[in-house]
């Protein structure tokens, strides 16, 4: 298996994963996200065994940091160490960079009560640790995890501004690890 750059050509593929994939209100345009691919703020990867389309990352990638903005594999690979074996992959891509992600966090009264915990014990299985920030994107509460790396709320407010420029004013907020299964959080 291998993760390399996305082409034009694999656009097509990805587009159709990331609907699939992705809630429609954790969807960002995906015409934004190729302009920023384009402008160098962010990657665009293809897992891939030989030629065969596994899934894909889109990084934004800024100084020591990166931000893993979308993650899927195809569902027919999904349970198969294909998502484990890729992230190990992008990590030796950004062997010294402080590598997040964001993640629903934990709620027992979400409707995808059990997806949101399986999906955190994964990531957890894969390296990531907890940091304590909670950020809220236009409603949609997500969790920031770090790949083997303690990420500072600094440095995570950094990256928004990078990504939304002078558009920056998505509330972000610390929260203790004791608190991140509030009823309030959904």
């Known amino acids: 298996m291998l993760i390399e ?10 587009y159709e994963l990331y609907c699939a994939s992705f809630p429609r209100m954790e969807r960002k345009p995906f015409s934004r996200i190729c302009r920023n691919c384009r402008n160098g703020k962010m990657e665009m990867w293809v897992i891939k065994e030989h030629t065969e389309f596994l899934g894909f990352f889109v990084c934004a ?6 931000l893993i903005d979308y993650f899927a594999v195809m569902p027919s690979k999904r349970g198969r160490g294909v998502g484990s074996q890729a992230l190990k992959l992008l990590a030796d891509i950004y062997p010294e960079q402080y590598i997040f992600l ?3 966090p934990e709620n027992e009264k979400a409707s995808n009560a059990l997806q949101r915990i399986r999906r955190k ?4 299985r894969c390296g990531f640790q907890e940091t304590g920030i909670l ?9 920031v ?3 083997q790396k303690q990420l500072t709320l600094n440095q ?5 501004r990078y990504l939304y420029g002078r ?3 998505l509330p972000i907020r610390r929260i203790s690890h004791a608190h991140s299964q509030n009823s309030d959080i959904i």
């Open 145 to 147: 995890l770090c790949y």
């Open 167 to 169: 558009f920056w004013f």
């Open 5 to 14: 750059k996305a082409c034009k050509q694999d656009e097509k593929r990805i």
């Open 102 to 104: 964001e993640i629903e």
């Open 135 to 143: 950020w809220d994107m236009y409603g949609v509460p997500m969790e």
């Open 61 to 66: 990638v800024y100084e020591e940091m990166v």
């Open 121 to 124: 014990k994964f990531y957890m």
């Open 156 to 160: 995570c407010e950094k990256m928004y």
